[in-house]
């Protein structure tokens, strides 16, 4: 993608689906951000059954040199939606947040910026973020953030603390658009990690977390991750660490690391829920 004077500095993604009583404020969240640069905001509703579509027209006409409305005519899922909104994308940066969450901080891209346009070896910016329950009620916070880095093969071995989808900011390069045409990522359920893994791996830069908190993440009853079923969540988990061994590479001393991972932490998992071809596939990989 070209990018010319006119270009905005930061486009905007926001996936959503059913977030009736949450997406004024993520959207609010975008409008009050104070920045040198112009943004757009890029909105994918996945074919919401409750109000938020009609919020979401209001707010596009309320503002419509800024928010541009991705009202989806059949429901994609979470990974198809977020592909369909970064081929739309015009900024030289992504920011991402989830329909449920939202930003806290008005200087939150304008920081991230600064931070990508003189740091050439990242290619992602992330940032710390508060949890809350649904009822409003804090979680976690860290009250003692610090700066630090991710590489591929930390993130690889699971480590991705406070790069939550809402703090993401990444560089809007063909490195980066070209996950859209790997099969694996379709087929994926926390497309946020597998996104990561990507972005580090294909550019060979790290990402960098920011020691601010500048956003929160909702934990609910309808979040697609958060609250699930834990069975399902760990089917699920174990579904995107067999993607990850079988689509990344990594060298011989890190694949005895992911088997003793593996066995840790999903291998009984498998055994005790009759996955037994899918533990069989896994050790055979890994050994």
């Not at 996945?46 to 027209?57: A, E, K, N, V, Y």
């Not at 977020?82 to 015009?90: S, T, Y």
């Not at 200087?107 to 009822?135: F, M, N, S, W």
């Not at 996950?179 to 830069?205: E, M, V």
Request: glycine share 6%; aromatic share 12%.
């Amino acid at each position: 993608m070209q990018h010319s004077l006119n270009t905005p500095g930061v486009s905007i993604c926001c996936l959503t689906y059913n977030h009736e009583p949450y997406i004024a404020q993520a959207i609010e969240g975008f409008l009050m951000q104070q920045t040198s640069f112009a943004f757009e905001i890029l909105v994918g509703d996945d074919l919401s059954t409750d109000g938020t579509t009609q919020i979401l027209r209001r707010y596009a006409e309320q503002h419509p040199e800024k928010i541009r409305l991705f009202a989806r005519e059949q429901n994609l899922g979470a990974v198809e939606n977020h592909l369909r909104l970064i081929a739309e994308a015009k900024g030289r940066y992504i920011a991402m947040c989830d329909g449920d969450d939202f930003w806290t901080d008005p200087l939150k891209l304008q920081k991230q910026v600064g931070y990508l346009d003189t740091h050439p070896e990242a290619v992602i910016c992330c940032h710390y973020t508060r949890v809350i329950d649904h009822h409003g009620k804090l979680v976690y916070v860290n009250a003692d953030p610090v700066p630090f880095d991710f590489t591929y093969q930390n993130i690889l071995m699971g480590e991705r603390e406070e790069t939550r989808m809402s703090t993401l900011m990444v560089r809007n390069i063909p490195e980066i658009r070209s996950i859209a045409n790997q099969p694996w990522y379709h087929k994926g359920w926390g497309s946020d990690t597998l996104f990561k893994l990507y972005a580090t791996s294909r550019t060979g830069l790290k990402l960098h977390v920011l020691p601010e908190v500048m956003a929160t993440y909702r934990w609910h009853p309808g979040g697609v991750w958060s609250m699930i079923d834990s069975r399902l969540r760990k089917h699920r988990m174990v579904n995107d660490f067999n993607i990850m061994i079988h689509n990344f590479s990594y060298p011989a001393r890190m694949k005895y690391r992911l088997l003793a991972f593996y066995l840790r932490r999903y291998f009984l998992f498998d055994i005790r829920y009759f996955k037994l071809k899918r533990a069989l596939t896994t050790l055979v990989k890994l050994v």
